[in-house]
């Protein structure tokens, strides 16, 4: 999360041959990164439209975020969201806290088969260990692990016995 006297503005982005970058600074000593916006035609997915949308009437120095009365967002504006919203989406308590959805973005990277070397650079760490702590294997995953090691140790025909998890299989 930003620090108090580094909230995002406009000048956050840049486009280069046609694309648009999110400049990402981070704190305690993590690595600074310029990370492409996705471009998809899944309307949910796709950031490139959404932003081009959000800042088109934007000023340089204007703020990306802002609360209904155009001020900074604060930690406890971001906070307040992420308790209400996740309660709303059914997000386990222990899980409405916004650095919660770095450890999803490792997950999911990890799941779609991105390499170890690739989630620690868009997590922005300078030492692989910290990339691996996000990592951890869900409960979801051994358990179709476990259930397709035996299903192959009983000579069941792997492809038509699976067991797929969410983000692949």
Request: net charge positive; hydrophobic share 40%; charged share 25%.
């Amino acid at each position: 999360m930003p620090s108090r006297h580094a909230w995002p503005k406009l000048t956050t982005f840049s486009v280069s041959a046609g694309s648009t970058f999110l400049a990402v600074k981070r704190l305690k000593g993590s690595k600074a990164t310029n990370q492409r916006l996705i471009v998809t035609p899944n309307a949910l997915l796709n950031e490139h439209a959404v932003v081009t949308e959000y800042i088109a009437d934007l000023d340089p120095n204007d703020l990306l975020f802002r609360d209904e009365h155009g001020e900074k967002f604060t930690r406890f504006h971001i906070n307040y969201l992420m308790k209400n919203l996740g309660k709303l989406a059914d997000i386990p308590e222990h899980k409405r806290f916004l650095h919660c959805l770095k450890h999803t973005a490792g997950i999911l990277m990890r799941q779609s088969g991105a390499k170890l070397e690739e989630i620690q650079e868009a997590l922005g760490h300078k030492n692989i260990n910290n990339t691996r702590v996000y990592l951890r294997t869900t409960q979801e995953e051994v358990d179709a692990a476990r259930s397709n090691a035996f299903a192959a140790a009983v000579g069941e025909d792997l492809d038509s016995r699976k067991v797929e998890i969410r983000g692949g299989k």
